[in-house]
């Protein structure tokens, strides 16, 4: 898949054995797959470029996506299910959650029914239109919980993109990043792609991640290609995913 004329490659020629820890291939309960059939084509899609190895993350957004860890472990369940029907054993799926910071968030932190990632993750998000109000006193509850914050897709809120010292300030907060691959080009827009670039190459990323929802984005990560010099700062982050989520 490489690119001959041009310094640029193909991303997807540097994610064999990658571990994806934010993805929406669980079917039935959010906006990603609908249906056991589309997350088995998710998931052969993936393996054709060499990723086996998941950490499904559904939305738990109150009003909208309500999920439990009860339901989210049956859509689990129906998937594995399918995995073992269809003999596919190289390929590895666990279950956490993508948790909206919302006025429902504390609550559930509280009642333990949020979805870890390896017991000591809590993969978080913010609306994309403002900021959670709550957000600061969300991640004190969150540490005094003893798990550590990723804030996932941080390129993606609009609303920080004239503001890096507020990155810099969740940082400091003991907040981790996660970058959707999809930003590295223009799927979200060119200042999503320049956000994420900048977070990059100031080495404020911690893990990376695809969120991808359908075989749409799916199609546009495996055309997706990246210069060498953001693939020099990119190369150790999909290492440290790989390391931390194996």
Do not use: C, W
């Amino acid at each position: 898949m490489f690119h001959i004329f041009s310094k640029k490659r193909f991303l997807v020629d540097y994610l064999d054995s990658f571990v994806d820890i934010h993805n929406h291939i669980l079917p039935g309960i959010d906006d990603g797959a609908k249906t056991v059939e589309d997350s088995m084509a998710l998931i052969r899609g993936f393996s054709s470029i060499g990723v086996h190895k998941f950490v499904a993350t559904p939305h738990i957004m109150h009003n909208y996506y309500d999920n439990k860890p009860e339901n989210i472990q049956k859509s689990l369940i129906l998937l594995k299910n399918e995995l073992l029907k269809n003999e596919l054993k190289n390929v590895s799926v666990e279950a956490s959650a993508e948790h909206m910071i919302d006025d429902n968030f504390e609550a559930i932190l509280e009642k333990g029914e949020v979805m870890s990632l390896r017991k000591d993750y809590l993969l978080i998000e913010m609306s994309y239109l403002q900021p959670s109000i709550n957000f600061d006193e969300a991640i004190q509850k969150i540490a005094s919980k003893r798990y550590f914050p990723i804030l996932a897709h941080p390129e993606r809120y609009v609303y920080l993109h004239n503001n890096f010292a507020k990155y810099e300030r969740y940082k400091r907060q003991g907040v981790l990043f996660q970058m959707n691959l999809l930003s590295l080009g223009e799927f979200y827009g060119k200042d999503v792609q320049k956000t994420a670039f900048q977070l990059l190459n100031h080495g404020l990323i911690d893990f990376v991640g695809s969120d991808v929802h359908n075989l749409r984005q799916l199609n546009h990560l495996k055309e997706l290609t990246v210069t060498n010099k953001i693939l020099k700062s990119l190369l150790p982050v999909i290492e440290r995913t790989i390391y931390n989520f194996y």
